[in-house]
């Protein structure tokens, strides 16, 4: 494994400005091929992507990673919806120059990579979604519950309800990620606002109503990534997207939740660079 001149912890906090907005954005890695942008989960930020993951990827292509607008150091009003957050990630992405990128989406993210599958085929070369779900699946009945609890929880205790199972494994992996989630220590992200929160709130419950997304449209191959036990976005739902987009691939990890690929974040980042190098 090679040395990477920046990680996902040293390198800085980059900022550009797109249509008005001004995003904050971490860049680094291989500088060679295709690079793998990734797109956050609700009320995520630069700091909350795993740096052995990201790390992992880098290893083998360009890294990027964005605040949505509004969100964190990214400035700007928050959409309410996923379409429109997904226009302005594609501002965000031509203001850097890039005209074709894969895709990681986590959860919101992959709500996100769906509509740059079928609306944006054109720039996109390949799309991994991890914890996420189609159009229309009832799977969020427990999120505004699950939202209500954030403010009388411990940050630490509410990141293992969401991400992993109860079980004594699934936990320990979850303290080892949340370690990790730390490991930068200067020049962090600002946490999401309680604007930006509601307007994402509101994007993932209308996410079930919405029925503008033909999967079928999204050509480009898909890897899919869920959890065992997903109670955020029924793990179930996965498969449907596997049945959906015609060249697609899942993978479920055992014994796992929401945060299934922090979880098992080298079998993650070996699937991951596995099927972006090759297939």
């Known amino acids: 494994m090679t040395t990477l001149k920046e990680t996902s912890v040293s390198t800085p906090t980059r900022y550009i400005e797109a249509n008005g907005t001004t995003y904050a954005y971490r860049r680094f890695g291989k500088k060679a091929g295709v690079p793998v942008i ?3 989960h609700f009320t995520g930020t630069l700091d909350n992507w795993d740096p052995t993951i990201m790390d992992g990827l880098a290893q083998e292509r360009e890294v990027i990673i964005f605040d949505n ?3 964190g150091n990214s400035r700007g009003e928050t959409p309410d919806n996923v379409l429109k957050m997904t226009e302005d990630a594609i501002d965000f992405i031509k203001a850097l120059g890039i005209t074709e990128f894969d895709v990681l989406g986590f959860s919101l993210g992959g709500f996100i990579a769906q509509y740059l599958g079928v609306r944006y085929s ?8 991890v914890g996420s779900a189609p159009q229309g699946a009832k799977v969020l009945e427990g999120f505004n519950d699950l939202i209500a609890k954030g403010p009388h929880s411990d940050p630490a205790e509410l990141f293992l309800y969401i991400f992993f199972t109860p079980s004594e494994n699934s936990r320990a992996k979850g303290k080892e990620a ?9 020049d962090r992200d600002r946490d999401a606002v309680v604007g930006a929160v509601s307007a994402q709130a509101k994007a993932i419950t209308d996410w079930e109503k919405t029925s503008d997304i033909n999967l079928a449209e999204i050509t480009v ?3 899919i990534i869920q959890g065992s036990n997903d109670e955020m976005m029924d793990s179930k739902t996965s498969y449907e997207l596997f049945e959906q987009i015609p060249n697609a691939l899942l993978s479920y990890y055992p014994d796992s939740a929401h945060g299934s690929f922090f979880q098992y974040p080298d079998m993650f980042v070996k699937q991951a660079n596995g099927f972006l190098n090759d297939f």
Not at 178 to 186: A, G, Q, T, V
């Open 38 to 40: 990734g797109f956050q």
């Open 69 to 71: 607008k509004g969100v």
């Open 122 to 129: 054109e720039m996109v070369r390949k799309i991994i979604i």
């Open 178 to 186: 949340l370690k990790r989630l730390y490991e930068r220590s200067e």
């Open 221 to 223: 191959p898909v890897l």
